[in-house]
């Protein structure tokens, strides 16, 4: 459907020509009838900037307030090429990049993303961190929260928890633990009114207000997660005041240890703690940004208890007995360092770090997890592809190859992109049937 044959609702319309005033609602309104932005983020964990953007091979331009943003035209289909299974970029919305940005994760930090499917925040997160501290992705449905777990795999992020609980059971496991905190909170998806046009039909103003209550709790719960002198993110992709605003500032007035940081990103207006992107604005759909600190503390953080006996692992890998591997049911787990994986007794979880083997009978086979994420000297068996070949292992074909015998990590151009099993002269292939002949199709923006 288009934006022009779904009308804006008419109570939306007052809300708006309220927040802006008539001017700027003219303004809105023009916006609104014009195309969507479309956007990619180039993931750093596989590689650097200026290589993938040699390997995307298109002039892309630059999304202003993240490194790593950047606007496509329609005709590019990112979505169609390997690349984007084999995890080089993420297909985003240009304004949601903003969240994640403003939050400005560093390696080594604990982060947690409490409403993170379909992960495209998380991810960004992910890229930030570089590998180093720990990420803690939760998404309480369990349908959205597998393909959650589906693009931290996607994208080769190693030390990232993936949960599937209520943000008040996460509080319960991880008190004053992280030192930043992304609430993207679930919303009555004003800006995606343009993107999404039939989402005009499903708003009403009871939405917006079983939304902000909902809001208010998962604040509530995020509050008891971050340590002292952290930081907390509150983003939304709607445009109201009651589910922005208004929620922050009943939340500061209920946490008198929290306050707003002013701040500004490139290509966006300054803010003393508070900002709405509007698509007449920027170039992007639009968003809610607030960021808030709480006071210093004492600090109190989930940390590895005792010691656990190690797990074996296959031939293939060439990591650190050393390393925080963890045995639970059939698989074996690479651990984000300094993270007791225990600590999830109770919880449903769907990703405790990096999946590096399962168990098959007495045989421990490769993870295609690890596939995507290991580096060539982490294992002991490698085979570069071209990208021809990338597109045949990716459609389930078996290659031509003579890496030696057993489990081969196949690359592209120095980015990791799955497994596949040598022997005499073939490799046979080991990428996940679901997965297969994923790039011949269109992918949406996230």
Same mark, same amino acid.
């Given at each position: 459907?288009?934006?022009?044959?779904?009308?804006?609702?008419?109570?939306?319309?007052?809300?708006?020509?309220?927040?802006?005033? #008539?001017?700027?609602?003219?303004?809105?309104?023009?916006?609104?009838?014009?195309?969507?932005?479309?956007?990619?983020?180039?993931?750093?964990?596989?590689?650097?900037?200026?290589? %993938?953007?040699?390997?995307?091979?298109?002039?892309?331009?630059?999304?202003?307030?993240?490194?790593?943003?950047?606007?496509?035209?329609?005709?590019?289909?990112?979505?169609?090429?390997?690349? +984007?299974?084999?995890?080089?970029?993420?297909?985003?919305?240009?304004?949601?990049?903003?969240?994640?940005?403003?939050?400005?994760?560093?390696?080594?930090?604990?982060?947690?993303?409490?409403?993170?499917?379909?992960?495209?925040?998380?991810?960004?997160?992910?890229?930030?961190?570089?590998?180093?501290?720990?990420?803690?992705?939760?998404?309480?449905?369990?349908?959205?929260?597998?393909? =959650?777990?589906?693009?931290?795999?996607?994208?080769?992020?190693?030390?990232?928890?993936?949960?599937? #609980?209520?943000?008040?059971?996460?509080? %319960?496991?991880?008190?004053?633990?992280?030192?930043?905190?992304?609430?993207? %909170?679930?919303?009555?998806?004003?800006?995606?009114?343009?993107?999404?046009?039939?989402?005009?039909?499903?708003?009403?103003?009871?939405?917006?207000?079983?939304?902000?209550? =909902?809001?208010?709790?998962?604040?509530?719960?995020?509050?008891?997660?971050?340590?002292?002198?952290?930081?907390?993110?509150?983003?939304?992709?709607?445009?109201?005041?009651?589910?922005?605003?208004?929620?922050?500032?009943?939340?500061?007035?209920?946490?008198?240890?929290?306050?707003?940081?002013?701040?500004?990103?490139?290509?966006?207006?300054?803010?003393?703690?508070?900002?709405?992107?509007?698509?007449?604005?920027?170039?992007?759909?639009?968003?809610?940004?607030?960021?808030?600190?709480?006071?210093?503390? #004492? #600090?109190?953080?989930?940390?590895?208890?005792?010691?656990?006996?190690?797990?074996?692992?296959p031939p293939l890998y060439s990591i650190n007995r050393d390393a925080n591997l963890f045995s639970h049911g059939d698989k074996i787990w690479l651990c984000p360092q300094n993270f007791d994986p225990t600590c999830l007794a109770g919880l449903r979880w769907l990703r405790?770090?990096?999946?590096?083997?399962?168990?098959?009978?007495?045989?421990?086979?490769?993870? +295609? %997890?690890?596939?995507?994420?290991?580096?060539? /000297?982490?294992?002991?068996?490698?085979?570069?592809?071209?990208?021809?070949?990338?597109?045949?292992?990716?459609?389930?074909?078996?290659?031509?190859?003579?890496?030696?015998?057993?489990?081969?990590?196949?690359?592209?151009?120095?980015?990791?992109?799955?497994? /596949?099993?040598?022997?005499?002269?073939?490799?046979?292939?080991?990428?996940?049937? /679901?997965?297969?002949?994923?790039?011949?199709?269109?992918?949406?923006?996230?």
């Open positions: 459907m288009s934006a022009q044959s779904i009308p804006l609702p008419q109570q939306y319309v007052e809300q708006m020509k309220s927040l802006l005033g #008539e001017a700027d609602f003219f303004l809105y309104e023009n916006a609104m009838n014009r195309t969507p932005v479309r956007g990619l983020r180039i993931n750093a964990l596989k590689a650097p900037l200026e290589k %993938a953007l040699e390997l995307i091979g298109e002039a892309l331009c630059p999304v202003p307030w993240t490194e790593h943003g950047f606007y496509y035209e329609e005709a590019l289909h990112p979505g169609q090429s390997p690349l +984007h299974d084999a995890g080089l970029y993420y297909i985003q919305e240009p304004s949601a990049m903003s969240a994640a940005a403003l939050l400005n994760p560093r390696p080594g930090e604990w982060v947690l993303d409490l409403c993170a499917a379909p992960g495209g925040k998380s991810t960004q997160i992910a890229a930030s961190l570089m590998g180093e501290g720990l990420l803690v992705s939760n998404e309480p449905n369990p349908s959205r929260a597998r393909v =959650l777990s589906s693009n931290i795999e996607r994208m080769g992020v190693r030390n990232a928890i993936v949960t599937c #609980e209520m943000p008040e059971r996460l509080a %319960a496991v991880f008190p004053e633990t992280f030192d930043r905190i992304l609430v993207d %909170a679930p919303c009555s998806g004003e800006g995606m009114f343009r993107k999404t046009p039939e989402s005009r039909l499903e708003w009403h103003p009871g939405s917006v207000l079983k939304c902000s209550e =909902l809001q208010a709790s998962i604040l509530q719960a995020a509050a008891k997660m971050l340590k002292p002198g952290g930081t907390l993110v509150y983003s939304t992709c709607t445009h109201n005041k009651t589910e922005n605003e208004e929620n922050i500032e009943r939340f500061l007035s209920k946490h008198t240890d929290f306050s707003l940081v002013p701040f500004s990103l490139p290509g966006l207006s300054e803010s003393q703690g508070m900002l709405h992107l509007f698509p007449h604005e920027i170039r992007g759909e639009g968003h809610f940004l607030a960021k808030m600190e709480r006071a210093p503390g #004492e #600090e109190h953080r989930t940390a590895i208890r005792g010691k656990r006996e190690k797990p074996d692992l405790c770090g990096l999946a590096l083997a399962n168990r098959k009978g007495k045989l421990l086979e490769p993870d +295609h %997890a690890a596939g995507m994420a290991l580096t060539p /000297g982490e294992v002991t068996n490698s085979h570069a592809i071209d990208l021809e070949e990338l597109r045949r292992y990716q459609a389930g074909e078996v290659l031509s190859g003579n890496p030696g015998r057993g489990f081969v990590v196949l690359f592209y151009e120095g980015i990791p992109v799955g497994l /596949g099993k040598a022997s005499d002269g073939v490799i046979k292939n080991h990428y996940p049937k /679901g997965l297969r002949n994923m790039y011949s199709k269109p992918k949406k923006d996230v």
